[in-house]
């Protein structure tokens, strides 16, 4: 999905390329004759950047409202307005579903009561907790507050922690089926410092645990991690959406600051008098001057 967002972008400065071509080379439509209508219809530079900078294609507008441009930006603006309203839609609905699915499969008290599981063992790693922290306060009752610290009030990181971290895996109903025995009983794997590598499975179904092979793996949560990052995805290329937005703005300015320069150069004529002798006459000549 992110590789479409990028796509937009180049076929968006392709776009802007091809202005800055067709511009030099845009049919004239302004064909005066009468010198004085030619002055009058002047246009500021200034004002059409101002307008097509609020809403693209009213600089394009306030110099011709035949020209292509002066609906195409518009359209590009709504267009991409719709779309972000979309993805932000869709975001919010998968938001809804992991976390519903989260409710449903992963349960912080069996992650609480596993993790102390660990922090007890004689064998695992201080960086984990000890039982004279918790007895001291200085962790919880259930070791939270050093190397495990998940918070379901903080509702962002949980939702983000319980996917994204091996050590939260411990609440997913899959791995407690797998890892935990009926009596509550988990079989640990250590490495020679002490750091949990994996488990022993439970049963014929459940394979051996060994996060040195395979990273530690619940199906659930692979599920889960899948639907969080759909979300995700969604809610980037809404954000992609409303850069477009802004690159269509600055496209729009830039293409009105030409426009009104190619306009005002096919209309800024200048009247030029002189005298000249013809038969021996004095005769005066108007004429106009046309500025490049």
């Known amino acids: 999905m992110r590789k479409s967002n990028v796509q937009c972008l180049s076929l968006l400065f392709v776009l802007f390329s091809y202005i800055l071509v067709a511009q030099e080379n845009e049919i004239d439509l302004y064909d005066h004759t009468d010198y004085q209508l030619l002055k009058s219809q002047d ?32 359209a590009i603006e709504v267009s991409l307005f719709i779309m972000a309203k979309n993805y932000d839609k869709k975001g919010d609905k998968l938001t809804k579903k992991f976390e519903k699915f989260a409710n449903e499969h992963y349960d912080q008290s069996l992650q609480n009561m596993t993790q102390l599981s660990l922090i007890g063992h004689p064998s695992s790693n201080r960086m984990y907790g000890s039982l004279e922290e918790i007895e001291n306060g200085i962790l919880d009752q259930w070791g ?10 903080d509702k962002q990181h949980y939702y983000e922690d319980i996917g994204k971290y091996n050590k939260y895996i411990y609440g997913w109903s899959d791995w407690q ?18 750091i949990w590598i994996g488990n022993v499975g439970v049963n014929p179904n459940s394979p051996d645990f060994d996060i040195e092979v395979n990273h530690p793996y ?4 692979a599920q889960y991690f899948k639907i969080r990052d759909d979300a995700n995805d969604a809610y980037y290329t809404r954000q992609s959406m409303y850069f477009l937005v802004v690159l269509n703005h600055g496209i729009s300015t830039y293409h009105a600051n030409r426009v ?16 000249s002798v013809i038969n021996d006459n004095i005769v005066p000549i108007i004429g106009f001057v046309a500025n490049f």
């Open 144 to 153: 939270n507050g050093g190397y495990f610290r998940l918070d379901r009030s």
């Open 177 to 194: 089926n797998n890892f935990v025995a009926p009596n509550g009983s988990i079989n640990w794997i250590f490495n020679d410092n002490g």
């Open 43 to 74: 246009k500021s530079v200034g004002k059409a950047m101002m307008l097509s900078a609020i809403f693209p294609g009213t600089g394009q507008f306030y110099v011709n409202k035949r020209s292509f441009w002066t609906y195409f930006f518009p």
């Open 218 to 221: 619940s199906e659930l949560r």
């Open 260 to 275: 009104v320069k190619a306009y005002n150069k096919k209309v800024n004529l200048q009247p030029k008098y002189s005298l």
